[in-house]
């Protein structure tokens, strides 16, 4: 169920306003560049991310993963494998976090344990907060330092001297404060990529939630504006690639500890790539010119690879 909260009519009506930038941390590399109107798809993973830039960094993606169940840590599993290969440090959570309601009892069982080796290997998460665990657990999730939120709803943080910027969104309950805080946020970043991630997708192909024409209206001229690289979301439990809308691109994960298969409507005209069948994660590799996206199976099969290229 979503549980998304705001007055459209209020939110367009915004105008600029000082938002609390507490959490927000600044960076100092600058340069931006449009993004490719294009997508490419790989077969074999010795691709990469290119070799014109000295800076890289990698990172995971995961939502809807925190059930306990065997799927979970399956995918966990394959995770670590994944960062024996290419040490990731940071991992971003798309909501829906602790099944079924975020509460605190449940942290380790279905984080600390699943988690235990990336953690144990300095392995940062950085959650955002999905429709269950808005229902019991939010204040707890934003306190809890393995969550890295700093009691936070929404924030950002960089990474490798700014190569990134992430932008954590709290689609639960979109206030016109949030869309306030966004706005600035990204206005002031000089990162050569900006991501943001949230439960909600704008975009997606599934039939049990599918788009969310409400988070469109508010978010994505924000997105387009600014130049938003990649958006991550969960909630619905597929993995999708859709084709760039308005230059952004838009990948769903809520299959690393759910699945609903055969949810994905291929005919959808924004379908680009996707597995329903399989629990999976994400895991991305950026440098000064490209991020390269590939979605991994439990299993280790790599699903779909894209590449994003500013070039």
């Known amino acids: 169920m979503k549980r998304i909260i705001f007055s459209v009519a209020t939110l367009l009506l915004l105008g600029p306003a000082r938002a609390d930038r507490s959490f927000i941390r600044a960076n ?25 830039s000295k800076a890289s960094f990698a990172f995971a993606v995961i939502g809807d ?26 991992v971003i959570m798309c909501g829906d976090n602790i099944y079924p309601d975020g509460n605190p009892a449940l942290f380790k069982p279905k984080f600390e344990e699943p988690y235990k080796d990336l953690l144990a290997g300095g392995v940062r998460f950085y959650a955002s907060l999905g429709n269950h665990d808005a229902e019991r657990g939010s204040k707890a999730e934003l306190e809890y330092d393995k969550f890295s939120m700093g009691g936070h709803r929404y924030y950002s ?28 946020a990204l206005a002031a970043s000089k990162a050569r990529w900006k991501v943001v991630f ?6 997606c192909s599934a039939r049990k939630h599918g ?49 609903r298969k055969g949810n994905l409507d291929r005919s959808n005209p924004i379908y680009e790539a996707g597995d ?15 991020m390269t996206v590939e979605a991994i199976a439990a299993d280790g099969t790599v699903l779909d690879k894209a590449v994003i290229d500013k070039r």
């Open 276 to 290: 329903d069948r399989t629990n999976s994660f994400l895991l991305v590799q950026t440098n000064g010119s490209q």
């Open 65 to 90: 993963s925190g059930t306990g169940h065997k799927a979970q840590y399956e995918v966990a599993r394959q995770m670590k494998v994944e960062h024996d290969k290419v040490p990731f440090d940071t």
């Open 28 to 52: 100092t590399n600058a340069g931006s560049a449009a993004l490719a109107a294009q997508t490419e798809l790989y077969t074999a993973r010795q691709a990469g991310v290119g070799a014109d």
């Open 157 to 184: 943080f960089t990474k490798e001297d700014g190569l990134v910027e992430f932008f954590s969104l709290d689609t639960t309950a979109i206030t016109p404060e949030q869309i306030k805080w966004l706005d600035e």
């Open 198 to 203: 949230g439960h909600h997708p704008l975009y």
């Open 211 to 259: 788009s969310s024409p409400e988070l469109c209206t508010v978010l994505e001229p924000l997105f387009v504006k600014y130049k938003v690289d990649a958006v991550f979301s969960g909630h619905d439990h597929v993995y999708e690639r859709v084709k760039p809308q308005n230059g952004v691109y838009y990948f769903t994960e809520g299959a690393s500890g759910q699945l």
